[in-house]
């Protein structure tokens, strides 16, 4: 093995545990509430010393940011995935796609909890790189529902107000689901989509946007 196969291998397994830790503090900060978490907490559920924890985050708060960023990327990335591969398709099946692909990051490996999470006790330089990116979805969002409205697909919303309500109805999925429960990723994610852009569709006979 090379110098450079030798550091890659180094960084995987970084990287690997990084995201390890990240799902455990998911699950303590949705158990205890992020106030009431203890790096100790999160370093116990992996049999992890502090100090080793410390090797990979300073502290609590760097590990907050980095699950909303870790979350966030990963919204992102499914939704470059979606104008990429469905450029000219209906904004009824980009939208739904969208929706599909925000659900699956919020019943992931994090189980939600990332993206529920308060992230408002971040500082203000911290928060404001999760807001942007946040913000960023919401505009791709927006952009969908707005071709909607002009093509005739959808009814006359305003579509900030439309995206920003089927964010939030994602969002909260974070605080009911669980993965024992009767609901599958899959079903919940059709659902929505079915919901939301069924709610959107201008049907005949009813006000077409103009």
């Known amino acids: 093995m090379n110098t450079m196969q030798a550091a890659e291998r180094r960084q995987k397994k970084t990287e690997l ?9 998911a699950a303590a900060f949705r158990r205890k509430g992020y106030h009431g978490t203890s790096m100790e907490d999160i370093s116990e559920a992996l049999l992890m010393t502090k100090g080793s924890l410390y090797y990979y985050f300073k502290d609590k708060e760097e590990i907050l940011f980095a699950c909303h960023d870790f979350s966030l990327d990963r919204v992102l990335e499914k939704m470059r995935e979606v104008f990429a591969a469905q450029k000219g398709e ?3 099946t980009r939208l739904a796609a969208l929706i599909q692909g925000f659900v699956d990051v919020m019943i992931d490996d994090l ?5 529920a999470l308060d992230f408002t006790a971040l500082k203000e330089e911290l ?7 946040r913000d960023q979805f919401e505009r791709g969002m927006r952009q969908v529902i707005q ?3 002009k093509n005739g697909e959808f009814r006359k919303v305003e579509p900030k107000l439309a995206s920003l309500a089927i ?6 999925i974070g605080k009911w689901y669980r993965p024992d429960g009767s609901f599958k990723a899959a079903d919940i994610g059709r659902m929505y989509s079915e919901l939301f852009v069924e709610g959107l569709r201008a049907h005949r006979g009813s006000d077409r946007a103009k």
Do not use: M, P
Request: proline share 0%.
């Open 167 to 172: 964010l939030g109805a994602i969002n909260w």
């Open 127 to 133: 928060l404001a790189k999760i807001i942007a990116k």
């Open 147 to 149: 071709e909607g409205l």
């Open 17 to 25: 545990k990084r995201e390890a830790i990240l799902r455990s503090a």
């Open 90 to 92: 209906a904004a009824a």
């Open 111 to 115: 189980q939600g909890s990332a993206l």
